[in-house]
């Protein structure tokens, strides 16, 4: 039977879904400490780039900006050379959650998908992740800011 | 002792993340949403702010710092201009970090090549 990549894929995270649910149990401790050490970690080379940027005289509220994009940068680097896989299977969320791993989402889909095409493949499909980030963060800021803004006033 | 507040914080967010991520059958891409919609929260309860300035990077390098950045956002623009600010707010905080991931993303692409 003929299958469209779109379906293979669906099987396949559908299948990877039921498998999820009758695995044994995840090493729940182990997966934390990993988590916690790898976002700890990035987390504190974070910081060392937002000292670095308030040491240059930005003010500390001005400097998360400039911090995000190069972490950004380091991110989508790293992704690059291969290096960021494999923090991540080390560090699970800890490698995922944080804004170093939004650009390893990006960047590893993009490559991923380059072999269909520069337009329809990598530029599409590399907001396989950040797509849903996105969307869910804009509608939530609208709304969560809407709000506060007619109960709270600001 | 910055470092030492960032590294526990935002090992603790991540923490949370991996127990979510183990606990349910969530997806990672669930889990990221999920912090961004979190952080969008806190921020409108007033609570994601305190913990920037408490924990510097340890709160803003997890993705629930796009929440926060987008909320406020939100309503500064609000408070500025209106009505027109809820939408016109979004990206004025966040705004370079997703062109940086979009731009770096991109770039670092183009220039690897696919594996296999």
Known sequence: ?154 | MSYVWAFLVGGLICVIGQLVFDLTVFTMGHVMVLFVVLGSVLTGLGLYEPLVKFAGAGASVPVSNFGYVLTSGVLKELELIGPWGALAGVFELGGGAIAAAIFFGFLFALLTRAKG
């Open chain 1, 1 to 154: 039977m003929a299958q469209t990549k779109e379906q293979q894929k669906r099987a396949q995270e559908e299948y990877q879904r039921l498998a999820r649910r009758h695995r044994p149990r995840p090493p729940l401790l182990r997966n934390a400490l990993l988590a916690f050490l790898v976002g700890g970690a990035i987390s504190a080379a974070g910081q060392g780039v937002l000292n670095f940027f308030v040491a240059q005289g930005l003010p500390p509220d001005k400097a998360g900006g400039p911090t995000a994009g190069v972490m950004v940068f380091l991110g989508a680097f790293l992704t690059a050379l291969g290096v960021y896989d494999k923090i991540g299977q080390v560090g699970g969320a800890g490698s995922a959650i944080p804004i170093t791993g939004f650009a390893n989402s990006i960047v590893a889909a993009a490559i991923e998908f380059k072999t269909e095409g520069f337009v329809m493949g990598m530029a599409a499909r590399m907001y396989q992740i950040a797509g849903p980030v996105i969307t869910y963060g804009v509608t939530s800021a609208i709304v969560v800011g809407l709000l506060r803004f007619l109960i709270a006033g600001g």
